[in-house]
């Protein structure tokens, strides 16, 4: 007997191309309630790969994140910051709401080293998520973190430039940002459903990371792994 479409459309990780995914997956609401509504699963998807597609940095790439990563640190679990382009900057972390304590900043000396710690920080299971700054073309090695993060259930954010997008990806999500008028504008070119050209439009500070000396202030408080 033939199953009929919407037999099929009930099965997991089973969905209509022009319909967001609706079946149940573990998901971290983002803090921002418009974004959530554009999500399957209505937030940030867990034990996968999202890729955050932006040029230049500071424009919010890392703040409009801090509600996700507080929740994801809950219960201990540590949020890992993989070969950033410059030290975290605690005070605003700490007034998102994300633990200090379960920071663990990463400067791996090599390409080769930063993606085997990211493969390895995932895989884990002890970090809720990890934010991973790679210049990274490579399906393969896409393919690898993504199923780190699977195994690890872990939320694991690629940033890379929005040259990017003309890229194949693994990735089950992907969204654009850019920064304008002092607002963050964001696309989803890529979810479980058809892609939103429509921008969301989103107010986030531009302080989790900072450029200048002061951040470093602050390091004692964050643990660092050269």
Request: hydrophobic content about 45%; charged content about 20%.
């Amino acid at each position: 007997m033939k199953a009929t479409v919407a037999e099929l459309a009930k099965l997991p990780g089973v969905w209509r191309g022009g319909e967001l995914e609706h079946a149940s997956h573990l998901s971290i609401p983002t803090g921002h309630a418009a974004l959530d509504r554009e999500l399957p699963g209505g937030g940030w998807p867990s034990g996968t790969l999202t890729e955050v597609l932006h040029d230049g940095a500071g424009i919010g790439e890392v703040s409009f994140l801090a509600g996700a990563l507080a929740r994801a640190a809950e219960g201990g679990r540590l949020v890992a910051w993989i070969n950033a382009p410059h030290l975290p900057y605690a005070p605003a972390l700490g007034c998102s709401g994300l633990p200090l304590e379960c920071c663990l900043v990463i400067r791996p000396p090599n390409r080769e080293d930063a993606l085997w710690a990211a493969e390895q920080v995932l895989r884990s299971g002890a970090c809720g998520a990890a934010l991973i700054w790679l210049a990274q073309d490579d399906y393969a090695w896409l393919r690898r973190l993504q199923m780190a993060a699977q195994a690890g259930r872990a939320l694991a954010v690629l940033y890379r430039g929005s040259a990017a997008l003309r890229l194949s990806t693994p990735a089950h999500l992907r969204v654009l940002l850019e920064r304008e008028e002092g607002w963050l504008k964001l696309r989803i070119p890529k979810r479980r459903g058809p892609p939103l050209e429509q921008p969301i439009t989103l107010q986030v500070g531009r302080r989790s990371i900072r450029k200048d000396s002061k951040a470093l202030d602050f390091a004692p408080r964050l643990r660092v792994v050269a």
